[in-house]
């Protein structure tokens, strides 16, 4: 049975005849009793206050930590699965550009074929012109002879005038 401080302020007891307690005395321990307990209570009564409110701060500071710690997890997930896109993006980038270079490459070998064949052709273009223009000259030579010789029968003797 719980003891109340009301319960010690009430209780009573029997006088004996011949010895026992003065009733003054015992109603002043009690008294005093009934308020030290009485104080006690309110203590009791406080102190429990705050451990409810100090559990509550400590369930608040936990849910504070599992929310940071689940945010830290998440973060480094995040962290992780953006470091994974990097390079992968980083990857494709340089096996795009490798394919562009191997393209150039052979877009720049082409045409460099393109221009070894066209200067080729040109050479033998301007080996034909030489040809033709050299043809021509001597052609043109002739006739200036052949066109002296009509006019001077003389120069035939001589040889026909050479350019």
Same mark, same amino acid.
């Given at each position: 049975?719980?003891?109340?401080?009301?319960?010690?302020?009430?209780?009573?007891?029997?006088?004996?005849?011949?010895?026992?307690?003065?009733?003054?005395?015992?109603?002043?321990?009690?008294?005093?009793?009934?308020?030290?307990?009485?104080?006690?209570?309110?203590?009791?009564?406080?102190?429990?206050?705050?451990?409810?409110?100090?559990?509550?701060?400590?369930?608040?500071?936990?849910?504070? *930590?599992?929310?940071?710690?689940? =945010?830290?997890?998440?973060? @480094?997930?995040?962290?992780?699965?953006? $470091?994974?896109? &990097? %390079? #992968?993006?980083? *990857?494709?980038?340089?096996?795009? =550009?490798?394919?562009?270079? @191997?393209?150039?490459?052979?877009?720049? $070998?082409?045409? &460099? %074929? #393109?221009?070894?064949?066209?200067?080729?052709?040109?050479?033998?273009?301007?080996?034909?012109?030489?040809?033709?223009?050299?043809?021509?000259?001597?052609?043109?030579?002739?006739?200036?002879?052949?066109?002296?010789?009509?006019?001077?029968?003389?120069?035939?003797?001589?040889?026909?005038?050479?350019?």
């Amino acid at each position: 049975m719980e003891l109340t401080p009301l319960d010690i302020r009430n209780q009573t007891f029997h006088s004996k005849r011949f010895g026992g307690f003065d009733p003054e005395e015992v109603k002043a321990f009690l008294e005093t009793a009934a308020k030290s307990f009485e104080e006690s209570g309110r203590i009791r009564t406080d102190l429990t206050e705050r451990l409810k409110i100090a559990e509550e701060r400590v369930n608040y500071y936990k849910q504070i *930590e599992k929310t940071i710690q689940d =945010a830290a997890v998440t973060m @480094q997930k995040t962290m992780d699965e953006i $470091k994974r896109n &990097a %390079e #992968k993006e980083g *990857e494709l980038i340089v096996a795009e =550009a490798k394919t562009r270079a @191997q393209h150039e490459i052979e877009n720049t $070998k082409h045409e &460099a %074929e #393109k221009l070894r064949a066209e200067i080729e052709e040109l050479k033998q273009l301007r080996t034909n012109y030489f040809i033709r223009i050299r043809a021509m000259v001597k052609s043109q030579a002739d006739l200036l002879n052949a066109m002296e010789k009509e006019q001077n029968p003389e120069i035939s003797e001589n040889g026909p005038v050479v350019f």
